[in-house]
Every structure is written in C-alpha cells, then in structure tokens.
Nanobody, 129 residues
Framework: QVQLVESGGDSVQAGGSLRLSCAASGYTFNNKLMAWFRQAPGKEREGVAAIRTNGRTWSRDYVDSVKGRFTIAVDNAKRTIDLQMNSLKPEDTAIYYC????????????????????WGQGTQVTVSS
C-alpha cells in the first residue's frame, strides 16, 4: 500500500526559505513521476514541480512562477521527495501536496493532477509580506 506523508509546512516572511519533505512508503521511484502541487483558497490545484528517473538520469520540470527559486529532489536513502523553496513570496501561500504516479504515466502531462495515482494529505505554507 502506497502512502505519502508531507511535512515541513510553516509560516514564514517573504524572502524566507522552507524545505518540504514527502515520505514515501510502499513505493519505488524508478520509471515513475513524482511531483509537488499546491492549492490556494479559491484556486485550482497547480503543479509546482515534478521529477522522474529512468534509473540513470533525473529530469525535472517547474512551473514558470517558481523557476530559479524552488528545487525538487529525491533522497533515495530516506525515501523522500523534497521541495526546497527559497525567496518565498506571499503568492506562494497554499496547501502543498505531494503526488506520485503509477508506472503507466508516460505521455501524460506532469502538471495535470489526473496524471497521479497517489496523494499526500497536504501541508500548509503561509508567506507573509
């Protein structure tokens, strides 16, 4: 049984940093797509960053609004999917969700929620100005 559990959400001031972590159990990373999404009040869930590996190389995607500020990574030893967030802005305020795909994700968009089979419960990030 796959389980994703997020941690690391907090309240910070603009310009600050946070590191979100998603502990994955019952799940292997190879040939899968893993991502972080976020949802602000009154808005649709948005893909923030995604990462995948074919066993040899890692590839990453980011939404334009976080490029250069956020970094997604996988820690194989800890079995976590991490999101390092720097230079945070008030518009980054949202609930952040970890997502992971099934093996049949190929050909689907990384930024679409329907691509993913497994979701965490979310962690709140609040950035004040």
């Amino acid at each position: 049984q796959v389980q994703l559990v997020e941690s690391g959400g907090d309240s910070v001031q603009a310009g600050g940093s946070l590191r979100l972590s998603c502990a994955a159990s019952g799940y292997t990373f190879n040939n899968k797509l893993m991502a972080w999404f976020r949802q602000a009040p009154g808005k649709e869930r948005e893909g923030v960053a995604a990462i995948r590996t074919n066993g040899r190389t890692w590839s990453r995607d980011y939404v334009d609004s976080v490029k250069g500020r956020f970094t997604i990574a996988v820690d194989n030893a800890k079995r976590t999917i991490d999101l390092q967030m720097n230079s945070l802005k008030p518009e980054d305020t949202a609930i952040y969700y970890c997502a992971a795909s099934s093996p049949d994700w190929f050909g689907r968009s990384w930024s679409k929620a329907g691509t993913y089979s497994y979701w965490g419960q979310g962690t709140q990030v609040t950035v004040s100005s």
